[in-house]
């Protein structure tokens, strides 16, 4: 039996350059059928699999694959799909998607931020009537494929325990914990299945215990992995812990019978390894090389960190910290990067690469390949010392503005919105005419002249739209935005952008993370001439549109070698001046995402505090310049907020749009509970489906944020922007907004 070795934990799966997104979203819109994009499918996986085999790793991920999301993958392979997508008689497939997406009038499940990355998985719904059942063989099915090629892959599973702590209960009071051990009779049959198909290994992964769990849920761990490792007739077990220190849960895992453990060694470089003498009997991968960021790995101190656990474990073993689902795929398709730039970087293909050379220094010593990629120089970042004195410079007043009584007063007379005032989050559909535009421009196709006018154009068109359906502020629709965070990266010095650097977020939406790699500055407003143009037709207060800092380093590649709250704050000061020239061309409401703020939250209670003050103190540094008559908006979205609702309150923001649409407005509660005195939106329509919601469903959802919220504090929106969605869905699904909400108001007094 093959130990082992060299391996990662997983790999992207969208395709180099996209190919399972276009695919899906071919499938989607009717353009091929099932079996073309099953034959799609099937090309990546083999591609991947003998990527990785060629790459040199001992043994192979499988099973890593997915359509759209590995946790709706585990629900339907468990038989715990929502009766509800069952009843609209699709077949398997559509029944699958529907789930993630919605249909008809089956509201899609609820979709929420993976851990502290920025994937988004699809939340299973669980309660004491569930009865879970073999429904699939996807996982052998793929290990079968892999082997007809001649690979043996080691099929990847997500671990009962955090399968069961990432669902969501359908009766009050039910803990789906509570369903573990029927959960752990159909892991028994898979395992016991795999073993009979000829599976050496099985990876079975519990990132839920990288984060603070309560001793009923360390118990469930222990008792999950007693009776899985006590199978008799099963595969090797792998049990990974990525995105930080298992802490308790390491010992508890290594005091059962599986057969090897991973382990964080970039996210917990202090784990205690050698403390634990159970681990002396088991195999350690150990995960060296940064499977979340996209910097070349000190090799040196990646093998001597390896090294050091030679006689902590019966075998050590060479990883990545994590799957490799959140990086790009390959830096040498990346030609126009700078040369600088790029040799500090590594991409998927470059950490298997890493991994590989790892591995055989373990094993055989340091050879000459190895010295010479470990000696292969890393500039250092770029410095800009006007930048690093002005955050030299800040005081406290910096990130504090007016009362919000005084601020209130002046916007209301400034503004004079009423009651349940309607917007929108900022993006509309990015058409086919858009999309093309920007390719011509970029191919010298279009001159800049040509591509501007294009987009005043579209402006024009969307608030022509916005008026006609009735909307109370509105926004120019971002037309020239490709993408919220890589449109300000592409305009601030400091930032470089790639041409093929995907990463999947959710299903078939994949972003282009920039990398931040040097002092932050911007050389030049960046919105200004495009808000200004908007609000110069029409009378209505059009919303100015900024990327909050937090954000923007949640969804980039951010430097290492400086705290994320000193790069935070440069951010921070180019948003400041935005907002300053943003006042300065008439614009009265200036919005401030921030959907990643519950995202960057550490896993670990005791390293929360000080995150949430610098991320605060970031957003109140970027908005605190701004008059006391200028509203400032935020936005969240995807997330577990009651953790972060004293934060949220912390921001200070005139109005706060929170998603809240496929969780039936579950977060009111906990504004409730904090006592959220500041004007509020929380999203009646789900734009994550291609669902039109029904002005009936809106109004209900407007009934129960009246309950909650004083009707002038009350904003109605939708849960996100609109940028992926299409005209037909977005017209119809605003003007049931627009109605419900004036049936809704007609009831206030």
Not at 131 to 156: C, N, S, W, Y
Not at 226 to 249: E, F, H, I, M, N
Not at 466 to 490: C, K, S, W
Not at 582 to 590: K, P, S
């Amino acid at each position: 039996m093959i130990t082992i070795g060299s391996t990662v934990l997983g790999y992207p799966r969208i395709g180099p350059k996209r190919e399972l997104k276009r695919a899906v979203e071919q499938y989607w819109a009717g353009k091929i059928d099932e079996s073309a994009l099953r034959e799609v499918a099937r090309q990546l996986r083999e591609s991947t699999w003998t990527e990785l085999r060629d790459a040199g790793l001992d043994t192979i991920p499988g099973n890593t694959f997915s359509f759209y999301d590995q946790v709706l993958d585990t629900a339907e392979l468990f038989g715990v799909i929502p009766q509800r997508f069952h009843d609209l008689g699709l077949s398997p497939l559509d029944t699958y998607f529907a789930a993630a997406r919605g249909r008809g009038d089956a509201v899609a499940l609820e979709l929420t931020k993976w851990f502290d990355t920025n994937y988004h998985y699809l939340v299973p719904e669980l309660g004491p009537d569930t009865a879970f059942r073999p429904a699939g063989d996807k996982p052998i099915a793929e290990f079968h494929e892999a082997r007809e090629l001649g690979i043996t892959t080691r099929p990847v599973l997500l671990g009962p325990v955090t399968f069961l702590l990432l669902a969501k209960p359908t009766a009050a009071g039910f803990e789906p914990l509570a369903l573990l051990d029927r959960l752990l009779d159909v892991y028994t049959e898979l395992l016991t299945r795999l073993r009979a198909e000829g599976v050496d290994w099985v990876q079975l992964d519990e990132p839920a215990f990288a984060a603070d769990r309560t001793p009923a849920e360390l118990s469930a761990l222990r008792r999950a992995y007693q009776v899985l490792g006590g199978l008799s007739g099963r595969p090797k077990v792998l049990v990974t812990g990525y995105y930080g220190d298992l802490g308790p849960a390491l010992e508890v895992l290594a005091t059962s019978p599986v057969d090897a453990l991973a382990v964080d060694l970039v996210s917990a470089p202090d784990s205690q390894i050698a403390a634990i003498p159970a681990l002396r009997d088991k195999t350690l991968v150990a995960g060296v090389v940064d499977g979340r960021n996209v910097w070349r790995t000190d090799l040196h101190a990646a093998l001597a960190k390896a090294a050091s656990l030679l006689g902590s474990a019966g075998h050590v073993a060479v990883s990545t910290s994590s799957t490799l689902l959140h990086v790009p795929y390959d830096l040498d398709a990346e030609t126009g990067l700078d040369a600088d730039v790029r040799a500090r970087l590594a991409f998927a293909r470059q950490k298997v690469r890493e991994v590989v050379l790892l591995g055989q220094a373990l094993r055989n010593g340091a050879n000459g390949e190895f010295a010479d990629e470990a000696a292969r120089s890393r500039p250092t970042p770029r410095r800009d010392d006007h930048v690093r004195a002005r955050v030299a410079s800040l005081r406290p007043e910096h990130r504090v503005r007016a009362p919000y009584d005084e601020r209130a007063d002046a916007q209301r007379d400034r503004l004079k919105l009423p009651q349940l005032a309607t917007t929108t989050i900022g993006s509309f559909p990015q058409t086919g005419d858009i999309r093309r535009a920007r390719a011509e421009l970029r191919a010298g196709a279009l001159d800049q002249a040509g591509y501007d006018q294009r987009m005043r154009d579209e402006i024009d068109r969307v608030i022509a739209l916005q008026t006609d359906i009735g909307l109370d502020v509105l926004v120019h629709g971002e037309p020239e935005r490709n993408d919220m965070v890589q449109y300000f990266a592409e305009h601030l010095d400091g930032f470089a952008s790639t041409e093929f650097g995907w990463v999947q977020s959710y299903g078939s939406r994949c972003v282009r993370p920039p990398i931040i790699h040097g002092d932050v500055s911007r050389p030049a407003p960046i919105t200004v001439g495009w808000s200004a143009y908007a609000q110069s037709l029409t009378s209505k207060p059009v919303k100015g549109m900024l990327t909050g800092p937090v954000t923007i380093l949640a969804w980039s590649f951010v430097r290492d070698d400086q705290p994320l709250a000193d790069t935070a704050a440069q951010v921070a000061l180019a948003l400041r001046d935005e907002i300053r020239d943003l006042e300065a061309a008439g614009i009265r409401i200036v919005q401030v995402d921030e959907p990643a703020l519950r995202e960057l939250l550490p896993l670990r209670a005791q390293d929360q505090q000080s995150y949430l003050d610098w991320s605060v103190a970031a957003f109140r540094l970027a908005t605190s310049g701004a008059a006391p008559a200028t509203q400032i908006h935020t936005h969240l979205c995807y997330s577990e907020f009651g953790e972060v609702i004293d934060a949220i309150d912390g921001l200070d923001a005139d109005v706060t749009t929170i998603e809240a649409a496929r969780s039936k407005m579950e977060v009111l509660e906990d504004l409730r509970s904090a006592g959220f005195s500041r004007g509020v939106g929380p999203g009646v329509y789900d734009i994550h489906s291609p669902r039109v919601p029904s002005a009936n469903e809106v109004a209900v959802l407007l009934v129960e944020a009246v309950r909650a919220v004083p009707g002038d504090r009350l904003w109605v929106n939708p849960d996100c922007g609109l940028k992926t969605r299409g005209y037909a869905e977005v017209e119809p699904a605003l003007r049931n907004l627009v109605a419900a909400t004036l049936r809704v108001r007609a009831t206030l007094t």
